[in-house]
């Protein structure tokens, strides 16, 4: 059986969730298989989350070199073609810094490439039976690779069931020595950190969340009229903001604010999983939507389906009337 | 500056419900509507601008079959000055490697730098861009959602990473880039735009042209293939609420009471 490993992201010493997620993955990958944890950074903080992760994983492979100070993908990407064997399986997340190294490091690997699983059926032989989804979550597909000579598979956060503390008593190995030159054509500068709106939709027990299906800037109107009525606040998703309706910060999502509040309501949004990694707190979810196959309506715990351009004027007038 | 932008024909999720084919291996493609993937537009129009500051010529470059070429015409007509189709029935079936690695015979044709692609598509992998720049062995960055021309030889781009934050690095040239959506705001494309490139040539190229092994690429190159498409069951999804407008908004009141949502 080929090695299984997995990679470690982390902020300010503290592993991300994903780190207690791919055990769950990789055993539905094989069942038999142990996965090694790779962690690369430097100083204290690296070594902080080294030996968290010896209570998940029973070997930690630790890399710490002063240029791994902030994850640089190319410079992550040399370091671990340095550590990891040709026909290692290697799993990572799917987010911004995955979708950075990953491709990457499968053509250097030379091995299979699967983006974005959010679901494992485990091997045939050497082919591994996937699930991933395509359009935005409108449809699944079965993918196989052919992991004979190693693959690189970046897995969607939150797909898989977090591992609790289990004490693995698990040891770290030092590879630091194993890296060689870590010089790059790219060099991280500084993060530019998010500005503040005036409006913090992080704070509001509900939000009235508008997305395409707005259609229109003038539209949003409607939908803070609805908002006012219900004493709520207006968020949005993504392209919207793109679009210059409503500004970043009242974006929710992966790439915008993480949002906990008693009850949202989608109008008009599909629901894509970058969509709702900002919908946090286990909400009571309404989603309207005029297409009554929105990937949505898998998640929201009541379903409505009706232009929304309709439908929010009426309903800001049946709540006025209360 | 010379760039090629890599751009892709994609059903269009706006307009359409997918549904399976009788078979249930694909999907019912008979009415289905395409367009350009989304965000190949903030890619080409970012190349453009950056043309109009800087100088140089824009490129857009697809794989894909016959009908692919009404979207090279539409980001022709967007500003692109050239047009490339790589098309040959060895192609179908590609992976994300399988993909690049055509990519990467049209890039080695030519004397570009810099190359863009759209940080994802249909497919929503996000995968060619970073495999055709290690193919390449040319820098990248991925979910570039601003680009600043320093010289001939680097360039500042910022990343965008969660929360709203920006990574900036500096990336020397020639590199691989792909485009986040936001990025600028993609021009809008008339009808009179669309005509006045309709009779431009669009140069066809097969394996044979770039000089590819078809067996490298296709359905027998592809390490990672797809089976089939399916839709799950809803399982425990929403409760739906049926009825007049009038009986919907009154039990959604009920519930939002109920919940703390007024
Ligand atoms: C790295 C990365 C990060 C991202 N980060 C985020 C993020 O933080 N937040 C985010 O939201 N997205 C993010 N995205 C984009 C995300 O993938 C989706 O493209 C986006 O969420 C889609 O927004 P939407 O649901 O509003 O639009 P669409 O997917 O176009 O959906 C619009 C919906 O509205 C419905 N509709 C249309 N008209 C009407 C009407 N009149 N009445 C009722 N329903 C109607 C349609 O049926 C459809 O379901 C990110 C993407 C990437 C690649």
Redo the contacts between chains.
Sequence with gaps: MTQMFAYIPFKNGAAEDVALEYPDAAKKIDPSAEVTAVAAGTGADLDKVADAMTRIYKQVIKIDHADLAYP???QVRKALLDVLPHDAIILLPH???G??????????MD??????IVDFEGLDGQDL?MI?????G?????????VS?GAVITVRPGSFAPTEDTAAGGSVVDKSGDVKDLS???????????EVGDVDITKA??LVSVG?GIEEEENIEIAQELADA???VVSCS??I????WLE??R?VG?????VKP??Y?AMGI?GSFQHLGGVKGNP????VNK?P?API??????????DIL??MP??TE??KA? | MEILVCVKRV?D??EN??E?NSAGND?DRDDLVYSVNEWDNYAVEEAIQIVDNVGGSVTVVTVGDDESEEVLRREMAMGANNGVLLSDDAFEGS???GI?AILKAEVEKGKYDLILTG?QA??????????L???LD??????VNKIEVKDDTSI?V???????????????LP?VLSIQ??IN?PRYVGIRGIRKVASVDVPVKGAGDLGIDPAAVGKDGA??????????D??D?????EGS??E???K??E??KA????
Excluded: W
């Design positions: 640089n993908a190319e987010d911004t810094f979708m950075d190294l990953a491709p990457g490091l499968a053509v250097k091995s299979a490439y699967a983006a974005d039976k991933r989804q395509e359009l935005g409108a449809v699944y597909t079965h993918v196989t690779s052919d000579s790059a054509k790219r060099k991280f500068l500084e993060v530019v950190v998010a027990d509900v395409r219900m004493g709520a993504r392209p903001v793109d679009a210059k970043k910060s974006q992966t790439s915008g604010q993480t008693k009850v309501m599909s009571f979810i309404v989603a297409n196959k309506f898998q998640v929201a715990d009541v379903g409505i389906v009706e309709e439908f009426e309903l049946a709540v209360l | 059903p999720t706006a419900e997918f399976l999907l992976d994300g490697k690049a940080a249909d497919e929503g992998a996000g995968q060619v861009g970073g495999m720049a290690a193919m040319y820098p990248y960055a991925s979910l500042h910022g990343r965008e990473i969660e929360g709203g934050n920006q990574e900036m690095n500096e990336i020397q590199c959506t936001g705001e390490k990672t293939r797809r089976v089939d498409y399916f839709v799950p809803l399982g999804g929403a409760e739906m609420l407008t009038e919907i908004i009154e959604l009141i519930k939002l919940k703390g949502g007024l």
